[in-house]
C-alpha cells in the first residue's frame, strides 16, 4: 500500500524498491497466479506508465497477460 501511495505522489524513486519487493516475495512464496501476486504485479505496471518506463512497464505486462 505505500508503494502505492509514493507512486500517485510521484515519488517513484521511493515506490520501486517496495513495489518490486512485494511483487517477487509474494509470488516466490504464494505464486504468480494467486491474486494478491497480480495485484502487486499491477501495481509495479502503473509505476512504471505513470514514470514513462513504457518498456519496464511492458516487461511486467507481459507476465499479467501469462496468468
Not at 505522489?9 to 494478491?36: D, F, H, M, T, V
Not at 506508465?49 to 519496464?56: A, I, V
Request: proline share 3%; glycine share 4%; aromatic share 8%.
Amino acid at each position: 500500500a505505500l508503494g502505492e501511495c509514493l507512486t500517485i505522489e510521484k515519488r517513484y524513486n521511493e515506490a520501486e524498491p517496495l513495489l518490486l519487493e512485494s511483487y517477487e516475495s509474494l509470488k516466490s512464496s504464494q505464486g504468480a497466479n494467486n491474486p494478491r501476486t497480480q495485484l502487486a504485479l499491477q501495481r509495479l505496471i502503473t509505476l512504471y506508465e505513470n514514470w514513462g518506463k513504457l518498456d519496464r512497464a511492458r516487461a511486467y505486462r507481459e507476465n499479467l497477460s501469462k496468468r
